[in-house]
T-cell receptor
Framework: AQSVTQLDSQVPVFEEAPVELRCNYSSSVSVYLFWYVQYPNQGLQLLLKYLSGSTLVESINGFEAEFNKSQTSFHLRKPSVHISDTAEYFC??????????????FGQGTILTVHP | DGGITQSPKYLFRKEGQNVTLSCEQNLNHDAMYWYRQDPGQGLRLIYYSQIVNDFQKGDIAEGYSVSREKKESFPLTVTSAQKNPTAFYLCATQDRGRRKSGNTIYFGEGSWLTVV
């Protein structure tokens, strides 16, 4: 069975400050890793994903995440946040093989609030 | 306009009544999912379907039912047996034929169900 732990339920930061949203997972097999973002009253949008290859993945809006297999982590970072980054962020993991293929297991979410 | 359409966006139900949430997609994706979202608990999988006329229970299927008679449609019925149905419900799809995309899951805009 897989599980995902997002270590912070809420992260307040000031605009233009750096931010890190932490995500740890547990799995007995290799996994795919995802970060989704959810704005109020909307569905989830894919932010970035790690499937294989380079352990550092980037999104188009300045976020990046690094897959660390030894620490089973996939932390999300941004060097300078904007007010518009205020949202809830979800880390998710899936098993690329077997009968559970395609199903995502989500963390509890981290609410990022950017203050002016 | 392509994508995943959930309706209605807001729905009120009296206790003891069944209610059906609609999910339609024109992405030609094989797999469809229903998740439930509660504050601070992330997303939990209710049901999923990998092909037409087949579906499996997720982690919290009790009190819910689904059908998959067409590839484009995956309605969710919240029955009176669901003891705490007030939540945000998210439908999602996945193109399982595209291995290079990993297990990327795409979400609709969600439906709010409130029991009054």
């Amino acid at each position: 069975a897989q599980s995902v732990t997002q270590l912070d339920s809420q992260v307040p930061v000031f605009e233009e400050a750096p931010v890190e949203l932490r995500c740890n997972y547990s799995s007995s097999v290799s996994v795919y890793l995802f970060w989704y973002v959810q704005y109020p009253n909307q569905g989830l949008q894919l932010l970035l994903k790690y499937l294989s290859g380079s352990t550092l993945v980037e999104s188009i809006n300045g976020f990046e995440a690094e897959f660390n297999k030894s620490q089973t982590s996939f932390h999300l970072r941004k060097p300078s946040v904007h007010i518009s980054d205020t949202a809830e962020y979800f880390c998710a993991v899936s098993d690329p093989s077997g009968t559970s293929y395609g199903k995502l297991t989500f963390g509890q979410g981290t609410i990022l609030t950017v203050h002016p | 306009d392509g994508g995943i359409t959930q309706s209605p966006k807001y729905l009120f139900r009296k206790e003891g009544q069944n209610v059906t949430l609609s999910c339609e997609q024109n992405l030609n994706h094989d797999a469809m999912y229903w998740y439930r979202q509660d504050p601070g608990q992330g997303l939990r999988l209710i049901y999923y379907s990998q092909i037409v006329n087949d579906f499996q229970k997720g982690d919290i299927a009790e009190g819910y039912s689904v059908s998959r008679e067409k590839k484009e449609s995956f309605p969710l019925t919240v029955t009176s047996a669901q003891k705490n149905p007030t939540a945000f419900y998210l439908c999602a799809t996945q193109d399982r034929g595209r291995r290079k995309s990993g297990n990327t899951i795409y979400f609709g805009e969600g439906s709010w169900l409130t029991v009054v």
